[in-house]
């Protein structure tokens, strides 16, 4: 499994910026998805989950109403819409998915520990 995100840079606080991970290596559509991020001097922490089906999603309090994660599974893809960016959004994000798929279509994942495959990680740097 291979995943690959991209969409990072620098945006003025206020500003938007979408991030997009690419999936391969299995069937996307069968495994839930998550957005994490790292900031300098901190844990990883979760941002965002969507369940395989994408009509489930869940998001940490301080992203709730600024971001949207969302998939095309069509297109084996996962999205990050994020607006209104602040400074303490500054980090680098990563997209990762599980190693077993979910019993019910609408199941998200929250857990860290059961994120198996990691992409690279985007820099998402906010400026004041």
């Known amino acids: 499994v291979q995943l690959q995100a991209s969409g990072g840079g620098l945006v003025q606080a206020g500003g938007s910026l979408r991030l997009s991970c690419t999936a391969s290596?299995?069937?996307?559509?069968?495994?839930?998805m998550g957005w994490f991020r790292q900031a300098p001097g901190k844990e990883r922490e979760i941002v965002a989950a969507i369940s395989r089906g994408g009509g489930t999603t869940t998001y940490t309090d301080s992203v709730k109403g600024r971001f949207t994660i969302s998939r095309d599974n069509a297109q084996n893809t996962l999205y990050l819409r994020m607006n209104s960016l602040k400074p303490e959004d500054t980090a680098v994000y990563f997209c990762?998915?599980?190693?077993?798929?979910?019993?019910?279509?609408?199941?998200?994942?929250?857990?860290?520990?059961?994120?198996?495959?990691w992409g690279q990680g985007t820099l998402v740097t906010v400026s004041s």
């Open positions: 990762a998915t599980t190693e077993t798929q979910t019993y019910y279509i609408s199941s998200v994942i929250t857990e860290q520990g059961k994120y198996t495959y």
């Open positions: 290596g299995r069937t996307f559509s069968n495994y839930p």
